[in-house]
Nanobody, 120 residues
Framework: QVQLVESGGGLVQAGGSLRLSCAAS????????MSWYRQAPGKQREYVAT???????NYADSVKGRFTISRDYAKNTVYLQMNSLKPEDTAVYYC??????????????WGQGTQVTVSS
């Protein structure tokens, strides 16, 4: 059993900042990569950013230069620092982890999501 718990969402004005956190817990042997996705109302879920086990990161073009993904390996936690927020960043943000369980099964898990609302 693996759980991903996100936190840090909220309401912020355009130009402001928020920091999201996602902590993974449970029967985890190792984590290969952790990512953030988001889903705005009426739209499909879209990719935001990934950080791998060797700290390599990748970003969607829409957030490059504004968002930074980081990871605390000891805590199995991933962060998303979001700066210069825009109203179009409004969405539910989901954490995603591709990991190996203690049963040596490689699986992908999702968190429950955290709402980010950016007012203009």
């Amino acid at each position: 059993q693996v759980q991903l718990v996100e936190s840090g969402g909220g309401l912020v004005q355009a130009g402001g900042s928020l920091r999201l956190s996602c902590a993974a817990s449970g029967s985890i042997l190792s984590i290969n990569a952790m990512s953030w996705y988001r889903q705005a109302p009426g739209k499909q879920r879209e990719y935001v950013a990934t950080i791998t086990s060797n700290s390599s990161s990748n970003y969607a073009d829409s957030v490059k230069g504004r968002f930074t993904i980081s990871r605390d390996y000891a805590k199995n936690t991933v962060y998303l620092q979001m700066n210069s927020l825009k109203p179009e960043d409004t969405a539910v943000y989901y954490c995603n982890a591709n990991l190996n369980t203690r049963n040596w099964v490689r699986q992908t898990y999702w968190g429950q999501g955290t709402q980010v609302t950016v007012s203009s």
